[in-house]
């Protein structure tokens, strides 16, 4: 008997892996694919975020089961998650992340300080339009938040949840979502902040049964790292051999003063939506 739960759980986590590597995988290449193939043929004319917008919007509604028979749609609709929450609740969940992601920030600027970390490729945009450009960043970090939302916090973790505790299920999610992440290399700096944010988001999605507070809070996040963090990593100087300044201790200060912001703001969302996350797992899996 104890085999057969194991066993249970094992394909578990496994079959919740394939759905969000999956989910992330399809909207990362086609994306990919498309600007890529944008840039080469008519950089003036940003024809990839029109077609990528009609790719995301047909994948949303795919995953929210929306083709599918009724009783095959109630099923992709839980699993998506992508309820809608009362205002309060999408703003203490908002606020949350938001805190958080500053923190993240600090952290990931103070870690590349610390550890020689190599930069993640970003293209070179300079040498396009303006605003073929800008849009292709926006778009960007809108396909990355919607497909990592649906996939990770919504597929990959509801399904989870109905076999482990919450902060179980939310920790094996990050540690996915971590090595969804691997490809920009294997480094401490990377490997932590990839989980802590998969741990951010996951709890949100939990405390609010709902992925859309974790998009908008998401999409704003890697819109800040696309623009004022990820430019700058090449640049950074190691601790050890260039010696601290002010800027260190500034980002050192804002990792650890967000930090307990955000844990403060993450304590009052539970408290609005009365869903702890040290609870019996028959009462978190029955909504």
């Given amino acids: 008997m104890a085999t057969n739960v194991v066993s249970h759980r094992i394909l578990t986590v496994f079959w919740s892996a394939i759905l969000a590597f999956l989910i992330t995988a399809f909207a990362t290449q086609v994306w990919t694919g498309l600007a890529l193939s944008n840039l080469k043929t ?4 940003p024809w990839s975020v029109i077609v990528m917008a009609i790719v995301l919007g047909s994948m949303w509604k795919y995953l929210a089961g929306e083709w599918w028979p009724r009783r095959t ?11 809608r929450v009362p205002v309060q609740v999408f703003g203490w969940a908002v606020l949350a992340d938001l805190l958080s992601i500053v923190a993240l920030a600090g952290y990931w600027i103070v870690l590349f300080r610390l550890v020689k970390t190599p930069a993640n490729p970003l293209p070179d945009l300079s040498k396009y339009p303006s605003w073929t450009a800008s849009l292709i960043v926006v778009m960007s970090s809108i396909s990355a938040p919607l497909s990592e939302e649906a996939g990770f916090r919504g597929y990959c973790q509801v399904v989870l949840e109905r076999e482990f505790r919450a902060p179980l299920a939310i920790v094996m999610s990050s540690i996915l979502f971590m090595l969804m992440h691997l490809n920009y290399g ?17 709890v949100t999605a939990y405390l609010t049964n709902s992925i859309l507070p974790g998009i908008a809070a998401h999409f704003l996040g890697d819109l800040t790292f696309f623009t004022l963090v990820w430019p700058h990593d090449a640049t950074r100087q190691i601790v050890w051999e260039a010696g601290t300044d002010a800027w ?8 650890i003063l967000f930090t307990v912001l955000a844990i403060l703001a993450f304590h009052r969302l539970a408290r609005i939506t009365a869903r702890p996350l040290f609870q019996p797992r028959s009462v978190a899996s029955s909504d």
């Fill in 42 to 45: 008519h950089p003036a004319v």
């Fill in 73 to 83: 749609s109630e099923v992709r609709h839980r699993c998506l998650r992508a309820n």
């Fill in 186 to 202: 294997l480094f401490f700096p990377k490997v932590l902040v990839y989980f802590l944010v998969g741990v951010t988001f996951g």
């Fill in 248 to 255: 260190f201790w500034i980002h050192t200060i804002q990792a």
